[in-house]
Structures are given as C-alpha cells and as structure tokens.
C-alpha cells in the first residue's frame, strides 16, 4: 500500500500467543454455549455470541494485523488505535458477550470445581472484584503506560510490551465487569454503576487533554520518520488524543446515560409505591 510514494507496512505478524489465546476463549465459549443450549435454548444468545466472538477478534486483530506494525514503528496515533481495542472495547464486547449464566459455565466441571474450591483463587478473584479494586487497576494500566519513559520501555522491550497489553486487557475486563454486571452480583447500584463509568470516562478525558496541551511527550515517535498519511509529530499526537476522546465518549458515555436511566426509573417506581 503507498501514500505519496511511501509504502505503509501491510505486515501481519500471527503471533502464536495471540491466537491460541483467541482459539482457547472461542472453545471455552463454544462449550459453554452448547451445555447451554442443550439445557433450554433461551439460556444462549446467539446476540451474546457474535458479541463474544467480535470481542475476540478485535483483540486478536489489533496484535496481529498491520495496525501492530504501524503502532510500533510510526504512529502514535496507531499505538493508542491498539491500546483502545486492546484495553477498551474488546473487553466490552467480551464482558456483554457473557451476559447472563453463560458465564458460569465458561469453565468446564473439570476445571471449574477444583478453582472454586481453591482458596487462593477464589481470594484474588474477590479481591480485583472489589469495585475500588477494579477502578485501580484499570486506571493505574492506563496511566501508568502513558508515562512516556514506560511507554517506551514498552515498546524496547517485547516482554514488557506484552506485560503493558496484558495490563490493559485486564484493567478493561475489570472496569466493564463493573459496569455491565454480567453475573448479576449486584455489587453496585446502576446509580453507581453510572457514577462509575463517568468517573472513568472522566479520568480517560483527562488522559486525552494532556496529550493535546502537551509537546511531543515520545521520543520513540518524534524520531520516527517517513510517518504515512502526511501526519507530522504534533498532528499524530493530537490526532491520538482525540482518537481515545471520541472511542471512550462512543463506549462509556452511553453506559453512564443507561446506567443512569435506569437508576431513575428505579427510583421513580419507589417513590410511586
């Protein structure tokens, strides 16, 4: 592919890592949906389905496709493409996708039993479950790895590239646990539910705002050259910024509406009674 006579990486990479972690939740899945479906066809959605399998495609493609090499080498702007599929909307799509008791049976007996009798793991579970505990996680990933010597730490270092996608997965996976409960715990109100998701569209708003009032902040891309598109250094930078403005506007700015909605309408029939 070539933009002004330069040509723009088109590498796919097929990490192995990626897709046999791609190939195990679609399996798990597919299990789960069976056992299901063979229990009482309601209980599993085809809607959830595509949802869960759309969500393991996007996380898949954003490190294996070209948008992996671009985000490397040249953009900023493709970087941040990759950390929002990565850290955001691929675990939205995964955390909708498990709606319902679909997400008790992710796990087969043989596996389920001994971790839920393990001690251990049930601890860590209700520990990062915590609504303050999830908030955390999520927001240090998504600070932390903005910080512009960890963020080129990250990109030096392949094992510390794949420690920073790993974080944000599971900070993502956390948030939205919260906020679209997919187990019905009830840990939050939909008023905190909302309260939640603002908060974090809130904290990545401002993440955003530094990276437009700010000068080049990563030596790794203001050395980069021959950027495609004819981005200079201070366009792909903005154009970063309000890349992660506007994804986080379309995902958490609807959840916070519904959530809230639906706080109101609780409230309402309360008071009516």
Known sequence: ?????????????????????????VALYAQAF???RRRNPQLAGVGNALLFLAGVAIATLAVISPLDALAEDTLLSAHMAQHLLIGDLAPLLLVLGVRGPIAV?????????????????RATLDFLLRPVVSFTVWAIALGAWHVPAAYDLALDHAAIHVLEHASLFLGGLLLWIQIVDPARRHRLSPGR???FAATALVAGMGLSEVLLVSGPLYPHYADAVDRPFGLTYRSDQDRAALLMMAEQIATLGPAAALLLWSHVETVERELAT
């Open 34 to 36: 069976v056992r299901l």
């Open 193 to 195: 539910r909302a309260a």
């Open 105 to 121: 049976f992710l796990l087969p007996p043989q596996a389920l039993r001994p971790l839920a009798h393990n001690r251990a793991v």
């Open 1 to 25: 592919m070539l933009d002004n006579g330069r040509v723009i990486p088109r590498t796919w990479s097929w990490d192995p890592v990626a897709l046999v972690a791609a190939g195990l939740a």
